[in-house]
């Protein structure tokens, strides 16, 4: 199963946050062995102040702008930090950046006139605010909710709108155009335009490309000038000579993994799940993978429903962790051990985003995210710590040219550690050691600035806890394909990390290895069918006799089946867009056991019917579950019905063209426009974001239109009515 919708979408290119002091001119060694510098952190906000007052905070922190964040997976607030960082370091003007779940905003009429507000919103799911912003959104389009001055209006407040969407989605960034518009609503005055920022694409291009017009706009609108900031440092690391070893973070994810003690295992703190099955789905001797694999969750707590999420937390490849170990001069058995102590040198601005005391190799492993692809201005900003002058104008040329990064960095997917080997002409194909590798005299703190922290990866839970109330099945296809080929880099092999990681884990419990993929005479190729990952985890703690565990946790969806069963469901998920429906179906499956031992044969009589629309290439190949499907008919009583459409090796089109899930779903167009107008059908569509579920939708507006005696606008506003009401609901990725 791909990736769901976040900040975007969940996966796609990663955007990397590199801070701007990454500029100055001089930065603190990343391997200081000396007394800890004294930080100065900023006066504490007087006592008196209400935790909830976030304009109360400003005006004691004499701070000027207040940053609210809508984020789901942490790229919004990522970005906000962003805009904190290069506020201070342009105007020195300070900011609070701020979760908006945390804030009241009945004084946000209060906010001095020297002050602004920056809104980072990100749209989540079909058009819908993040969790942590949907308070915000009613207070603004509430006209019943007023401000301290009585009205529901602010006039003369000044605010910049940076919305993060994925215009493959419907509703592109409409949560940042809302929020632009109920603003504007009450008489406040925008800085600049509004920004937005597209995933589908490069969502990091987007916001470089915005923010200097809108620094230019800021300065004029605050009365500020460039300049008056100074470069600062964010972090400082320290090397450790004495600590207690039991106390060190070695990949564990809390304080609770790492002291053992018991507690709710959520985003904060993931369980580490044994896995109790992890099997190939596709037919053996191709070139791709998708597994099934079932986390057993007995005696953690955890529960949850058909529809939700499961967050895995994976490792980087082993690869890439020595790759910018070696790279930073940190490849050594000895350096890499080191242990370091990290500080926030403004708590308030930057946190520090891993758990310490922790070693370089860790930090590496398993909190920042080394396996995303490298971003322009990171590139750019290293150039100063470059080897060689070659190197360096390597690195000035993909950070300034926007083409050439493309070309080079975006189209070969190169990870940080890759483009500072290939600017330093070390050989890429080979394991790297501090030997053949060109160190590079960066800071360790500019790498944690720099780099976000490594996510969980998502995937729609593909059983029903009515049949496996123990057990999170997951319906995983390996991401693996080449990037293209530049005058820089050649081709490589890029790998998905929590699907390779899930690979690992299947092939280790298995006992299945993956032989060298070697070129003749090349006694060091380090290319293999797949990465290796430290799967033991932590102190060997994801590992025992025949048993490896990995860390998840569940997030809850709003993606569920109607609670009547009398409710037919339409259901379309081609490839792994099946996952969820395998749960929808286990669902009323046992339902229906239920049902038929209480009432007789005759209890499902008056059941809504249930069509699932599944494609995939090949009927023997890659058929998802192909012989689960003939089994839930039989418990279903003719109340499921599966069609298929095999893009490869079935029947094609009159015209010799392939037959998809939308021509099957056209095909039905009888059965699905009665089911949907006259017996209040439900409609779920999982799968790609970019062709399937455009195309699904057009299908069921054209079917809807035509029963109905208009056209495909009339189609069209009943699809929209359909997803208003929730009877139409969207699980999709890009």
């Not at 970005?79 to 701020?98: P, T």
């Not at 106390?247 to 709710?264: F, P």
């Not at 998809?660 to 039905?668: A, F, G, P, S």
Request: some cysteine; proline content about 5%; overall charge negative.
């Amino acid at each position: 199963m791909g990736l769901s919708s976040t900040d975007l979408a969940i996966l796609g290119v990663s955007a990397t946050a590199a801070g701007l002091y990454l500029f100055r001119g001089s930065l603190l060694g990343s391997s200081s062995s000396k007394p800890a510098p004294i930080i100065n952190k900023p006066a504490a906000v007087d006592d008196g102040v209400d935790p909830r007052d976030f304009v109360g905070k400003m005006v004691a922190g004499k701070k000027r702008l207040a940053i609210f964040y809508g984020s789901q997976t942490g790229t919004a607030e990522e970005y906000a930090i962003r805009l904190a960082k290069e506020a201070k370091s342009r105007f020195g003007i300070a900011s609070l950046v701020c979760d908006p779940e945390e804030y009241d905003f009945e004084n946000l009429d209060q906010l001095p006139e020297d002050c602004a507000v920056i809104f980072v919103m990100a749209t989540y799911g079909e058009g819908e605010p993040t969790d942590n912003a949907v308070q915000l959104m009613q207070n603004m389009a509430d006209d019943s909710f007023v401000f301290s001055n009585g009205a529901h209006e602010l006039p003369g407040l000044k605010y910049i709108v940076f919305g993060l969407g994925n215009r493959t989605y419907e509703h592109y960034n409409v949560i940042s155009k809302q929020i632009d518009e109920h603003l504007t609503k009450m008489g406040a005055v925008r800085i600049g335009e509004r920004g937005e920022g597209d995933d589908d694409k490069s969502m990091e291009e987007d916001y470089l490309e915005w923010k200097d017009g809108m620094w230019n706009a800021f300065a004029t609108a605050m009365g500020v000038e460039e300049g008056a900031g100074a470069d600062s440092p964010d972090f400082v690391v320290n090397e450790l000579s004495t600590y207690d070893m039991n106390k060190v973070y070695l990949g564990e994810l809390s304080a609770r993994a790492l002291t053992k003690t018991k507690g709710i295992h959520d985003l904060k703190n993931p369980y580490p799940a044994p896995i109790a099955v992890a099997r190939e789905l596709f037919a053996p001797g191709g070139d791709r993978n998708c597994m099934h694999v079932e986390f057993d969750t007995a005696g953690s707590g955890i529960t949850y429903q058909h529809g939700d999420h499961v967050g895995l937390w994976p490792s980087n490849a082993d690869l890439e962790v020595s790759r910018l170990l070696c790279t930073l001069g940190l490849g050594t058995e000895e350096k890499m051990k080191q242990v370091i102590g990290v500080d926030s040198l403004d708590p308030a601005l930057a946190k520090v985003p891993f758990p310490v005391p922790t070693t370089y190799e860790t930090a590496l492993r398993h909190y920042i995210d080394i396996s995303a692809v490298a971003s322009r201005q990171l590139l750019g900003a290293l150039a100063k710590f470059a080897p060689s002058e070659s190197a360096a104008e390597i690195l000035k040329k993909v950070g300034t040219d926007k083409d050439y990064y493309h070309e080079v960095v975006g189209n070969g997917c190169l990870k940080l550690g890759q483009v500072l080997q290939i600017a330093a002409g070390d050989d890429t194909t080979v394991q790297p050691t501090p030997e053949n590798t060109t160190a590079w005299k960066i800071p360790f703190d500019v790498i944690i600035s720099a780099i976000p922290r490594l996510q969980p990866r998502y995937y729609s839970i593909s059983s029903s806890p009515k049949l496996h109330p123990t057990l999170i099945h997951v319906t995983c296809v390996v991401l693996k394909y080449q990037s293209a080929p530049s005058d820089l880099a050649k081709e490589n092999w890029v790998y998905g990390v929590g699907s390779n990681y899930l690979l690992n884990l299947k092939m280790a419990l298995n006992k299945e290895t993956a032989p060298l993929l070697t070129s003749e005479g090349d006694a060091q190729a380090i290319h293999v069918t797949n990465p290796t990952y430290a799967i033991a985890g932590p102190r060997s703690a994801y590992a025992g006799t025949d048993l490896y565990k990995a860390p998840i946790h569940v997030r809850r969806s709003t993606f569920r089946l109607p609670t009547n069963p009398k409710s037919p469901v339409i259901m379309i998920g081609p490839g792994t867009g099946v996952a969820p429906f395998r749960g929808f179906v286990q669902e009323r499956v046992a339902l229906a056991r239920k049902a038929i031992e209480k009432n007789g044969p005759d209890a499902l009589k008056d059941w809504g019917q249930m069509s699932l629309f599944y494609g995939c290439r090949d009927e023997n190949d890659d058929f998802l579950y192909k012989e689960e499907w003939t089994n839930y008919q039989a418990d279903l009583k003719g109340k499921f019905t599966l069609h298929t459409a095999f893009s490869r090796s079935g029947p094609r089109k009159a015209d010799g063209s392939k037959i998809y899930v939308q021509d099957l779903v056209w095909n039905e167009r009888e059965h699905i426009a009665d089911a949907v107008l006259n017996q209040k059908a439900y409609i779920y569509i999982c799968g790609d974001a970019k062709s399937m579920s455009k195309a699904v939708e057009e299908a069921l507006a054209k079917i809807l239109g035509e029963a109905k005696g208009a056209g495909l606008e009339e189609g069209q506003k009943e699809v929209k009515t359909l997803k208003e009401r929730s009877r139409l609901m969207l699980d999709v990725w890009s």
